[in-house]
Every structure is written in structure tokens, then in C-alpha cells.
């Protein structure tokens, strides 16, 4: 059962850093840039190109369901020495008819934002999950796509998601 449920904890820490989730952070993302990123899940701590950032919303997400689910199946945080996202970042502009996914943004009346420029950020992820006794990996890639300047967190654009969760 503990090898199983590690590995499923493995598994849904690269799903949910690219699931929606991930959009209370698209602005630090774009602002950012293309790179490597590193989360510890446990110590909710960052690297970006190897120098310390500031937090990013995701980290509470992650470790707030991890702690949970190994409560549930009996484990704690402590029962692991490692928990670990490395997310390879590639994120470019593109006009709104070159886009390739379909979520769609409103401003807060729900009005649809019109015709603009988006970011695509292209994430190949990887997880590890480790005890003292074995390691467990996970691998996901995902494509996110977002209005050029669309923020979550008051920014100029406070604009909402209607796309559905993972």
C-alpha cells in the first residue's frame, strides 16, 4: 500500500503543477521567463535558473494535498526525505488564432476578452517522491496557454478562468 500511495503522490504533484491550478502563478511565471524551476514540496522553497525566488501560490496547493493525503494513509511529511518538482519552462508569444488549447478567459462581468496576444508555456515536469528506502519519479508534460498580462492576483488584467480542472 505505501509504495503504491507514494507513487500516486509522485504521479499528482506533476498533474496538479500543471493542472489549473497553476493559474494563480502564470503572472510570476511570465514574468519569469523560459527556464528550469525547482520546487521542494516539503520546505516550500524555490529555484529558478538556481537562484532563490519568491513563493509562488502553486507551492501552498501542493503541499497543503500532500500533507492530506498522507495523513489519510497514515504517513506524514516526515516519513520523507524528499518531495520535488523540476518544471522545464518554454514560454512564448503568440497571437490568439495560433493557439492550440481552448480555455477560455473573461473579465469579472463575464465578458469574453477580445482578440489578443497569448502566452504559451510549454512545461515538461518532473517529480520525485523519496523515503530512505526508495525513490519514486513521475514524468508529465502539459501545454498552458494564457492572455499576454492576464493576472489572477489584481494585476491590471483581474481577470477569471471558466476552464474546467483536471
Known amino acids: 500500500?505505501?509504495?503504491?500511495?507514494?507513487?500516486?503522490?509522485?504521479?499528482?504533484?506533476?498533474h496538479m503543477f500543471c493542472g489549473w491550478r497553476l493559474l494563480f502563478s502564470f503572472a510570476k511565471l511570465e514574468?519569469?521567463?523560459?527556464?528550469?524551476?525547482?520546487?521542494?514540496v516539503l520546505e516550500r522553497t524555490f529555484r529558478?535558473?538556481?537562484?532563490?525566488?519568491?513563493?509562488?501560490?502553486?507551492a501552498d496547493e501542493l503541499h497543503g494535498w500532500m500533507a492530506g493525503d498522507l495523513v489519510a494513509h497514515a504517513m506524514t511529511a516526515s516519513d520523507l526525505r524528499e518531495a520535488s518538482i523540476r518544471a522545464r519552462l518554454i514560454l512564448k508569444r503568440i497571437r490568439e488564432e495560433d493557439r492550440q488549447t481552448t480555455g477560455i478567459y473573461s473579465?469579472?462581468?463575464?465578458?469574453?476578452?477580445?482578440q489578443q496576444d497569448y502566452i504559451v508555456c510549454d512545461i515538461w515536469c518532473n517529480s520525485r517522491v523519496a523515503t530512505n528506502e526508495k525513490v519514486y519519479v513521475s514524468d508529465y508534460h502539459d501545454l498552458e496557454e494564457w492572455p499576454l498580462g492576464w493576472h489572477t492576483d489584481g494585476g491590471h488584467n483581474d481577470a477569471t478562468s471558466r476552464r474546467p480542472a483536471l
Open 1 to 14: 500500500m505505501r509504495r503504491k500511495r507514494l507513487q500516486h503522490v509522485a504521479d499528482t504533484l506533476c
Open 31 to 40: 514574468r519569469m521567463g523560459s527556464g528550469t524551476l525547482e520546487i521542494d
Open 48 to 58: 529558478f535558473e538556481g537562484e532563490e525566488i519568491e513563493r509562488l501560490t502553486i
Open 107 to 114: 473579465i469579472p462581468g463575464k465578458q469574453r476578452l477580445g
